[in-house]
C-alpha cells in the first residue's frame, strides 16, 4: 500500500462546504481514510479516541478555534507528534507567525491551491514517517541498551557494572582483607550421570537462583559458578562490616537452602579472608575474576570439609569465635600451605 492509501487524515471544520471540497480533493488524490470533525471539542476527543497521521485545521471555529485545538495538541505527550496543517481564509501575516509558534507544521489560505495542497501534505506525512521511524529506532536503541545492561549485571557485580559504564574500563586493584567462599554440591556428578541434561540443568538453574538470593542478602558479590562451583566475595567492591563473619553466615545459610532443595544437596563451604586481586579478563567473553593466595585457600578447603557445614582455618575461626560455633577437625594438609588446623562452622549465634 502507499502512504496515500494508508495515512489516517483529520479534517477539521465548522464549514461544512468547505469539509466537503476538502475530503472529496484528498479521496482524488488517494487519501481515503479520511474522517471529519465540525468543531474544535470534536477533533479533540476523535484525536484522544483514535490514532491519525495528520490534521488539516480551520482556524476560525466557534468555541474551541483552530489556535486552542493546535495548542493542546502540542501540550499533549499522546498528539503532539502529530502534524498539522492550519487551513483559514485568514492570510494575516501574524496569523501565519502564531501559528507556526504553536507548532503547526505548514500553512495555507482559502481558497486553497490544489497542487499546493497535495504537495504539503505529501511533505507533512513524509516528516511524520520519518520521526515514526526515528523512534521505532530510538526504541529499538533503548531496547538493545538495557538488554546489554542486563547481560552486563548478569556477568559482573553491580559495582563494577557502574565503573565500566562510568569509565568504559574496571581497573585492577588489590583489596585487603576480602571473605572468600567456596562451595560444590557433593554427589552431582553422579546426578549428572543418572538424569537428562534438561532435568540436571534445570536442578542447577533452580539451585544457583537462589544462592544468589543469598548471597545478596548476605551483601556479598557473586564471582561466578564453575560446574556445580559457586563463588562469592565479602568486603570486594561494596562494604561489610565483617567480612569473615558474613561469609560464614552466607554460607550456612546456602547450605540449609541446598538440603531443602527437592532434591536435596548436600553442600560443602569454605571460607578464607585476605587479601587478592581483582578485575576483568579477557577481551570478548570476558568476566570479572580474584586470584592471590586468599582464592586457593578457600579454594582448597571446600576440598577438606563435609557437607552441612562450613570449613574454615583454626586461627581465623579465632578471631570469631564469638559468633560461630565449630569442631575441630584437627590439622590438615593444604596444598601450598603444608599441615594446617581446620575447623567445621556449623552454627552462628
Known sequence: MTEANTARILVVDDNEDNRFTLVRRLNRNGYTAVEEAINGRQALELLQAKPFDLVLLDIMMPNVNGYEVLAQMKASSSLRHIP???????????????????????????????????????????????????????DQIRTERNRADTLLHAILPPAAVRELKASGKVMPRRFEDVGVLFCDLVGFTAFCDRHPPEQV?????????????????????????????????????????????????????????????????????????????????????????????????????????????????????????????????????????????????????
Open 84 to 138: 498539522v496543517i492550519m487551513i483559514s481564509a485568514v492570510d494575516e501575516i501574524d496569523s501565519v507567525v502564531k501559528c507556526i509558534e504553536l507548532g503547526a507544521e505548514d500553512y495555507l489560505p482559502k481558497p486553497f491551491n490544489p497542487t499546493l495542497l497535495r504537495a504539503r501534505i505529501g511533505a507533512s506525512l513524509e516528516k511524520k514517517r520519518m520521526r515514526d521511524k526515528e523512534a521505532q529506532f530510538l
Open 201 to 349: 540443568v534445570l536442578h542447577l538453574q533452580k539451585l544457583v537462583e537462589k544462592f544468589e538470593q543469598i548471597v545478596q542478602t548476605h551483601q556479598l558479590e557473586k564471582i561466578k559458578t564453575i560446574g556445580d562451583a559457586f563463588m562469592a566475595s565479602s568486603g570486594l567492591l561494596q562494604p561489610v562490616d565483617q567480612p569473615l563473619v558474613a561469609a560464614i553466615k552466607c554460607g550456612l545459610e546456602m547450605i540449609a537452602a541446598a538440603r531443602d532443595m527437592d532434591p536435596a544437596w548436600g553442600l560443602r563451604v569454605g571460607v578464607y579472608q585476605g587479601p587478592l586481586v581483582a578485575g576483568i579478563v579477557g577481551h570478548k567473553q570476558y568476566a570479572f575474576d580474584v586470584w592471590g593466595d586468599t582464592v586457593n585457600v578457600a579454594a582448597r578447603l571446600v576440598d577438606l570439609g563435609k557437607a552441612g557445614s562450613v570449613t574454615l582455618t583454626f586461627d581465623q575461626w579465632q578471631d570469631v569465635q564469638h559468633l560461630c560455633r565449630a569442631r575441630a577437625m584437627g590439622k590438615l594438609d593444604v596444598k601450598g600451605k603444608g599441615p594446617v588446623e581446620i575447623v567445621e562452622c556449623y552454627a552462628v549465634a
